[in-house]
């Protein structure tokens, strides 16, 4: 079977896309700085605002259900302007992929890793990624499932090990918030955590027809949007409950509240676990993002193959990495700063813009 | 990259096509003429210097006037057939030739329909087929001036007979293997499923072996799809010889280039029956115990037939202790080399004590230690496959006490590493069916777990498990329970749940028939 042929199905999208959520999780301290003990309070948020989102794309996808984002910029932006707005996604997709690339690296040179080059860490990564994107979309989807399975016994393991040294009166005082910071920290989950969302549209196209139901696309959104909501929920009350204020001043919360869980000196320092499962779910991320700018570029180009693009663009990825941030600093003040003005553009900008000229053109016609 | 190695097989592909129509023997199909004398000097022609081909000549009828001659291949033949069913008949009992010679009948008919008690005998014209049921064990018999001979089917031989197979030994459970013969494997199939719609198709694969392969199937189970996959590929073997069926295995796979076996294999017919009740495709080659199941799934190398005949709670445990270990004969080393170089912290402190007061003196790295240790394993591993049963006992006391014991005492190895070795050598020994792939698989991790850590052996988990979700079985997902996961499968994976909870047959398998048993079918007391 050919690559670009390849179905799939909702369950699989759904297990993909709760995958490609749990991916943001390494940056959970980007809100954290914003949000302090009232992080769950900043996900509700995030979670709404996402599900605003959301209406918007399961309307574009309602209304091309076999278009990908770059064949539906064509159709409502014609065809000079349409190419501009998908060569702009793709440069999206494709530094986001980076972006990653870099956050994942990052992580592992400062934690676990300090002495191995940052270089052969994003190679290492990079070239099972590419080995995926080669084998399709259809594999990365697949593959979803068995490492969300990991991820949620991985939980499931620490809430139980760390029980007994959670402080739940970290959680207090509650609601000591203000408005600004609750909008700015929920701004940042909507749009680092769900509204990255916006690259599925590049693979509703690829849904099986038995997939294709009547409201399908709705169960897929809400249904990952909620659960993946749910996850984030249970990682930040165990970050929370585990160390408290110590939490907001950590690069990685998660990873560090783990490091505390001792169990009668048998099962310590286990945090290793926790890294293999960030890994993963990064892998995810990577994966999506470099599938959606290959098959993007395929689309544009109108080439019939996309197997040759994967490994000069791997290439160029590894390298954009590196140079991308100075310093890991600079890549949290970019998720706190920027990124949540910018990623709103083509999380929602565009998408409003596609569905306003579709209703537009939709009215023309009928008269 | 890839495309490009793809483009170069291709054209390997083509060059080879090309050669083979150039070598092609031309072979005249040659008639058989009404001069008997003829007739068989072409046959001793073809037949050359051969001592074992038999030629008996004699003459049927009152006034000897049929000359009949039989070939047959001393040794292949049964003999007492051939005295008794063709020779007596034809020269003594020739009560029916007296009177009937005269009256011009089709004496070649009336010799097949009234005289010759054998059972399966057919008409042939072309010597070429002749000459061809003659290797096979049959015998031919030419008559004067007909066209075509007989072929009557008297193929024996010297057999092995139905033994315990040496690899899947089972506490509980039929005994019985297959044997070289693909007859009576056939019929050890056919005992098991009494059923007509179970099909047997022949084929024959081999240009100079003309190995007999029978395609085995249970119709109205079986997607059909499956069934038409697998004569095309077995069709498109244009091979010399067919040895075992390994050689049919490695020409019809769909992962040439991978490191795991995408085709299972059974020497006992209970499994091979049970995998075609499932909905496979059973191929039994002539010539070996070994017969192929198709498609394979990743998991079903971990199942054993006893799984299905004891009772579940124990057999699932089993299978979990299974999948274990073959984490663990794939892991252990490389994961052991990684904690000792990298994250020492993940080790309980005492332990770590412990540890590395062992390792205090020993002078290479975790990674090397480990490398040669692996490696010293399959050596040892491999003599004592090869070898002679008395010398084995040598080789585990070198195993054991000079490698094992020595090289900790001299503190050239440390002796926590012997004891993951050991650990994972044992562990090794469970997955038969995976455990070449994962022999290499564990030098390789052993090599990315001292460069890179836990993150190497993450990705190279990652990498391992992608390559396994993107491979097929004849169009069957590989790994089919786990990813794409399919819930209602996993009944018969990792676990094995009670019979009465497994109605319906796997769905990754796609059977047209699903159901397995009745839906409730929970034993209940009166």
């Known amino acids: 079977m050919d690559i670009e042929d390849q179905k799939i199905s909702g369950v699989q999208l759904t297990q993909l896309m709760i995958c490609f959520i749990c991916g943001s999780n390494i940056l959970l301290t980007v809100s954290m700085t914003v949000a302090k003990q009232d992080i769950w309070l900043a996900i509700l948020g995030g979670v709404v605002e996402s599900l605003v989102f959301a209406i918007i794309y399961i309307f574009i996808t309602k209304k091309y259900p076999n278009k990908t984002l770059i064949e539906i910029n064509d159709l409502v932006f014609g065809s000079f302007l349409g190419k501009l707005v998908s060569t702009l996604y793709i440069i999206f997709f494709f530094l986001q992929g980076s972006a990653y690339l870099r956050i994942i690296t990052n992580f592992f040179k400062s934690q676990i890793m300090p002495e191995t080059p940052m270089f052969v860490l994003a190679l290492a990564l990079l070239i099972v990624c590419a080995y995926a994107v080669n084998k399709g979309f259809e594999v990365i989807s697949r593959l979803s499932m068995l490492f969300l399975i990991f991820l949620m016994l991985e939980v499931a393991f620490v809430f139980v090990t760390g029980y007994s040294d959670m402080k739940f009166k970290n959680f207090l005082p509650i609601f000591d918030i203000t408005m600004t910071d609750f909008i700015k920290s929920a701004n940042i989950i909507g749009t680092t955590h769900f509204g990255e969302f916006v690259v599925f549209l590049m693979f509703f196209a690829l849904l099986n027809n038995t997939s294709k139901g009547k409201n399908s696309n709705i169960k897929i959104y809400i249904i990952s949007i909620l659960s993946g909501g749910a996850i984030l929920i249970v990682i930040s009350v165990i970050t929370i409950a585990l160390i408290g204020n110590l939490a907001p001043i950590d690069n990685y919360p998660y990873f560090q509240a783990i490091r505390i869980i001792n169990v009668r000196d048998i099962l310590t320092r286990f945090e290793i676990i926790t890294s293999i499962n960030i890994l993963a779910m990064v892998f995810f991320k990577i994966c999506v993002y470099f599938y959606a700018t290959v098959s993007g570029i395929r689309k544009i180009l109108k080439l019939s193959s996309q197997s040759f693009l994967v490994l000069p663009i791997g290439i160029i990825m590894i390298n954009t990495s590196l140079m991308l941030f100075k310093n890991p600093f600079e890549v949290t003040q970019f998720a706190t700063e920027i990124f949540p003005l910018y990623g709103l553009v083509f999380e929602v900008l565009f998408p409003v813009l596609i569905l306003v000229i579709t209703q537009m053109k939709k009215l023309f016609v009928n008269r | 990259m890839f495309k490009f190695v793809k483009n170069k097989i291709n054209a390997i592909k083509l060059f080879s096509k090309n050669n083979e129509d150039s070598n092609k023997e031309i072979k005249v199909d040659i008639k058989l003429t009404t001069n008997i004398d003829k007739n068989i000097s072409i046959i001793k022609e073809i037949m050359g210097l051969n001592k074992d081909f038999i030629i008996r000549e004699f003459f049927l009828g009152e006034r ?443 769905y990754s398998l796609r059977p047209e028939n699903s159901q397995r048993e009745k839906a409730n079918s929970l034993p209940q007391k009166q």
């Not at chain 2, 059974?266 to 199941?293: F, H, N, Q, Y």
């Not at chain 2, 090289?407 to 044992?426: D, H, K």
Request: contains cysteine; hydrophobic residues 50%.
């Open chain 2, 64 to 506: 000897k006037s049929i000359r009949i001659a039989l070939f047959y291949i001393d040794g292949m033949v049964e003999k007492t057939t051939i005295n008794q069913s063709i020779l007596k008949p034809l020269m003594y009992d020739v009560w029916m030739i007296k009177s009937d010679i005269n009256q011009n009948l089709n004496t070649i008919e009336t010799i097949k329909k009234t005289i010759v008690s054998v059972g399966d005998i057919e008409l042939e014209s072309s010597i070429n087929l002749l000459i061809e049921s003659c290797l096979t064990g049959n015998t031919v018999m030419l008559v004067d001036k007909y066209t075509e001979g007989l072929v009557i089917s008297t193929a024996a031989w010297v057999a092995r007979a139905i033994e315990e197979p040496k690899t899947e030994v089972v506490v509980r459970g039929p005994r019985e293997g297959f044997t070289e013969n693909i007859t009576s494997n056939t019929v050890l199939i056919r005992r098991k499923i009494c059923d007509p719609n179970l099909i047997f198709e022949a084929m024959k694969i081999g240009v100079r072996t003309k190995t007999k392969v029978a395609i085995a199937y249970i119709n109205g189970i079986v997607d059909k799809k499956i069934v038409d996959e697998v004569k095309l590929r077995l069709g498109r073997i244009k091979i010399d010889a067919v040895l075992e069926s390994g050689y049919i295995e490695q020409l019809i796979e769909d992962a040439p280039f991978s490191l795991f076996t995408t085709v299972g294999n059974s020497e006992k017919p209970d499994v091979v029956a049970a995998k075609m009740l499932e909905g496979r495709v059973a191929i039994i080659t002539d010539g070996t115990p070994i017969v192929l199941t198709v498609p394979m799934l990743f998991g079903e190398s971990f199942h054993s037939s006893e799984d299905y005949y004891s009772r579940p709670y124990y057999m699932s445990f089993v299978r979990i202790i299974r999948y274990l270990s073959l984490i663990i004969s794939i892991f252990a080393p490389s994961v052991f080399v990684a904690l000792t170089t990298f994250h020492q912290e993940v080790i309980p402190t005492p332990l770590f004590f412990t540890m590395a007061v062992a390792r205090e003196g020993t002078p290479f790295p975790a990674m090397l230690e480990a490398f040669v240790m692996i490696v010293t394993f399959e050596i040892l591993r491999e003599a004592g496959v090869r070898l002679p049963r008395p010398v084995g006992q040598a080789i585990s006391i070198v195993g054991a006490l000079v490698i094992g014991e020595a090289t900790v005492q001299a503190g050239i190895v440390s002796s926590p590493m012997v004891i993951v070795v050991a650990l994972t050598a044992i562990a090794s020994f469970i997955s038969v069916v995976h455990g070449d792939s994962a022999s290499i698989l564990r030098l390789i991790f052993i090599i990315i777990g001292g460069i890179l850590g836990a993150y190497g052996i993450t990705i190279g988990l990652i990498f391992v498990l992608v390559h396994l979700t993107s491979l097929r079985s004849f169009g069957i997902p590989y790994f089919a329970p786990f990813a794409p996961f399919v819930a209602s499968d996993l009944k018969d994976s990792i676990i094995r749940a009670p019979l009465w909870l497994m109605n319906r047959r796997p």
